[in-house]
């Protein structure tokens, strides 16, 4: 159940109207628990156990380690807690990942080793769910949160529907005592909440599927019928591409989750404007890029140990984070390249040469460094990636650029510009210092945006649920 199909507006407006007839609190958190089950159930109902398992397992164990008091044993508890999430990530996303490289590794060394093919469904959002789960445990671990919730409240905090299968990835600390107290969403936060929700739905169907993924998915397709020109617009648009669609949905699950009273942190901070790649990773996907900083780069050793211990603490949380994305050598080569971009920076190396250049210059490289580190995140195989790289390279051929081409260029022009106007802006105070008919005017244009590029069974799902 796509949040840009007509299933999805059904479903919410049933739950909306249902929500505001129910008296009490907690017969609203019930109704909002049972539909975050049913509209989990509509992807494929038998993952509701993996589903309903995880989140029993996490929420029992976290309460025996609020309640031991030995060290070891407490130890022990997040242990398990630790090797239950990690094992059903790894035998869900990454199982057939490890045999066909296990089987090559076997083919390598003179091995003839054919295993049958193991039929595994990847269960969407597992890689979000389990990642806010275990910040659970390990909060609770380190005492920074209490472990007696209501089991049915934490339940809602896992399963919550606007974060549940692509984020942001909400800590329990942050959402579990919003849903504890009674709370009824104001007028203010219900208009602003389904505004964010239109302006999401604008970035994934108007900018993302309808102005950048089409040129960006026929270059990518067959890169040896273009030229040098347009390669480069592919590329750049694929920037495009992957932000509208990944914070178009940040922007509709915190806009969803307003409209119920509430808060979600954000995930993205306008990340093309950054000045560099640790500013960058302050501005994109910061649920993720948080989360690897506190629960794995920090307990790593941080920056404690000496400079080449934390260059590659650096390295290898960024490579955990490309793996998490996906399992290919292409997500790993991807996280590798970041984490070798950070631990350059950490270090100095050319940083300093940087700064010597204006900031519009110096976001300018940071953007097309980071462009260029988009090709193996996008590419399906090394080969593609490959000539899609020589393609940007050298290429004698004259080229001309296709309407669609002037149009996603013009465009990822435009959000680089904007990008960089609201650098140190927030949306919301920027949309209130408009004045009503400005409001207006923007959301009725992203409402008729909406309509005509809409319709159809051409309803794409986001990029980020195949994590």
């Known amino acids: 159940m796509l949040f840009n199909s007509f299933s999805f507006f059904v479903f919410f407006i049933v739950v909306y109207i249902l929500f505001w007839m129910i008296p009490t609190w907690s017969k609203k958190k019930y109704l909002l628990l049972v539909a975050s089950y049913l509209f989990y159930a509509a992807w494929n109902p038998p993952f509701v156990a993996i589903l309903f398992a995880s989140t029993l397992m996490d929420w029992w164990l976290a309460r025996l380690i609020g309640k031991a008091k030995d060290p070891a044993r407490r130890q022990l508890l997040l242990f398990l807690s630790l090797a239950t999430n990690i094992s059903l990530l790894g035998y869900f996303k990454y199982g057939i990942f490890l045999l066909e490289n296990f089987v090559t590794l076997c083919a390598a060394i003179g091995i003839d080793y054919h295993p049958r093919s193991p039929d595994i469904i990847l269960p969407i959002g597992i890689s979000f769910y389990t990642f806010a789960s275990l910040s659970y445990t390990i909060d609770v671990y380190r005492k920074e949160i209490h472990s007696d919730w209501k089991f049915s409240d934490y339940a809602l905090f896992v399963s919550f529907f606007p974060h549940l299968v692509a984020g942001p990835i909400v800590r329990a600390s942050v959402l579990l005592p919003q849903i504890e107290q009674p709370r009824l969403p104001k007028p203010s936060q219900i208009g602003w909440g389904f505004m964010l929700l239109i302006f999401g739905l604008f970035s994934k169907v108007v900018m993302a599927d309808a102005i950048f993924a089409p040129f960006v998915n026929l270059v990518y397709s067959h890169p040896e019928r273009f030229g040098l020109i347009e390669t480069w617009i592919a590329v750049l648009s694929f920037s495009g591409q992957i932000y509208y669609d990944f914070s178009g949905y940040s922007l509709c699950a915190i806009g969803l989750a307003m409209s119920f009273s509430f808060w979600f942190p954000d995930n993205f901070r306008y990340p093309y404007s950054a000045l560099s790649f640790s500013d960058f990773w302050r501005r994109w996907h910061i649920s993720l890029s948080s989360w690897l900083r506190d629960y794995l780069y920090i307990p790593l050793g941080g920056n404690r140990y000496g400079v080449w211990r934390t260059y590659f ?54 953007f097309l460094v980071v462009t260029l580190t988009w090709i193996p995140f996008r590419a399906s195989n090394p080969n593609q990636a490959f000539q899609i790289l020589r393609k940007l390279m050298h290429n004698s051929e004259i080229d001309t650029i296709s309407m669609e081409g002037l149009v996603a260029f013009i465009a990822i022009l435009l959000t680089l510009r904007w990008h960089f106007f609201m ?12 004045g009503k008919p400005a409001q207006i005017a923007l959301g009725a244009s992203s409402l008729i945006g909406l309509f005509l590029c809409s319709g159809g069974n051409n309803t794409n799902a986001f990029i980020y649920f195949q994590f």
């Not at 920076?345 to 900031?359: N, T």
């Not at 140190?424 to 949309?431: A, C, G, I, K, Q």
């Open 313 to 366: 603490t650096l390295f290898i949380t960024m490579l955990i984070g490309g793996f998490w994305h996906g399992a290919s050598w292409m997500f790993i080569l991807w996280g590798c390249l970041h984490g070798l971009y950070l631990a350059l920076e950490k270090s100095m190396i050319g940083l300093s040469q940087l700064k010597v250049f204006p900031v519009q210059v110096r976001s300018v490289l940071i």
């Open 423 to 434: 650098k140190d802006s927030r949306l919301e105070d920027v949309f209130l210092r408009v």
